[in-house]
């Protein structure tokens, strides 16, 4: 996870929501994203997606079996489809997402029956750290965003 939070600090230098993520296989990093779709204009950048596309070049396959996924904030429906997809054994996620997570703060996406896959999750690791950094961020933005206004009157 530690390795997630330094690529979540890249996704915020580029303006971008900090999610980091890695995918490991047997104990190595083969996957490594964090978010990009205001940057690459492509709304499936989400950290999570950029990592296992790294991942799938590295080892040649579309699917990466026996994979786990690091991220620092629970998957979106999109994420969490793509990884059943790619057959990840397990997502470990650090904050909840109150708003959009489906691995159990909207939805138990992870555990429906009709899935041709099924993908394990751990949830809340680092969850204090991973969630400062996001408050972190959203504070700053919102404080930019007043100081703009301000300078505009």
């Known amino acids: 996870m ?3 939070l ?3 600090d890249r996704a915020a230098e580029l303006g971008e929501v900090p999610v980091g993520a890695v995918v490991v296989l047997e104990g190595e990093i083969i996957g490594r994203g964090w978010n990009q ?3 690459k ?9 950029m990592a296992l596309r790294d991942a799938a070049a590295n080892v040649g396959n579309y699917r990466v079996v026996n994979a786990d996924l690091y991220v620092t904030l629970e998957p979106c429906s999109m994420c969490a489809g793509a990884m059943v ?3 990840v054994r397990r997502v470990i996620f650090g904050a909840y997402e109150p708003k959009a997570g489906v691995i ?3 939805q138990s996406f992870l555990q429906q ?3 041709n896959h099924q993908v394990e999750y751990t949830a809340g690791i680092l969850s204090d750290t991973c969630s400062a950094k996001l408050s972190q961020f959203f504070k700053q933005r919102r404080e930019q965003k007043r ?3 301000n300078e505009e009157l």
Do not use: C, M, Q
């Open 2 to 4: 530690s390795e997630a």
């Open 6 to 8: 330094l690529l979540a």
């Open 37 to 39: 779709p205001i940057s």
């Open 41 to 49: 204009n492509d709304p499936t950048a989400h950290a999570e997606i």
């Open 85 to 87: 997809h790619a057959r």
């Open 104 to 106: 159990v703060s909207r």
């Open 113 to 115: 029956p009709w899935l």
């Open 147 to 149: 100081r703009d206004k």
